[in-house]
């Protein structure tokens, strides 16, 4: 019988690591990144930490700035345009002191299905399609629900109020607190 070997590896993220706790997010990235895409001439339209402690994904979705592409156009994000962010970023990662010596950068196009992060995206997509999910019941009726997105309003005192025409015509109301993601639908046709 051949002797048996066990190794402590974890699949971490697309990777086998041993052990390794998850990677955190940098706050001098997250409080420069924003900055740093947009002196570039993009938009910041999503990031997300993923990996190790000891080799961190860092990844970065841009856009053009100043959102969406007209309807029909079928431009958006280059991959030249993904290039220019990651050789702009680059040397400012690789100086600071508070970025591992083994990290990955990976810089994309938000996509068809673009994530609904900030205040901004709601306004700008206002007539698009949208699935949004939430912990609890959303105005309620599910978790998840996709709709026609009309709007983001601010209501004062209760925070922002995301309303949404339902494929059944109902329109509801969703405090955008209770909304744990949110992203466009893009329907094939």
Known sequence: MAPAFLFGLVWV???????????????????????RVEELGYE?????????????????????RGGAVPKGRGEGVSVHDCVTVSR???????????????????????????PLMRSRDWGRFVGEQVAVKGLSLLAGRARYLEGELLGCFDVAGDGEIVRLRLDGGDEVEIAREAITGAHLLHRWT
Not at 27 to 34: D, S
Request: aromatic share 6%; charged share 30%; hydrophobic share 40%.
């Open 44 to 64: 910041l339209a999503h990031v997300e930490w993923a990996g190790s402690r000891h080799r961190p994904i860092l990844r970065v979705r841009v856009d053009l």
């Open 13 to 35: 993220e697309n990777e086998w690591s041993a052990g390794g706790a998850m990677a955190k997010p940098v706050p001098e990235v997250e409080r420069e990144l924003e900055r």
């Open 88 to 114: 702009g970023l680059e040397p400012w990662l690789d100086g600071l002191d508070a970025m591992p010596d083994q990290y990955v950068l990976e810089v994309s196009s938000p996509g068809l299905d673009r």
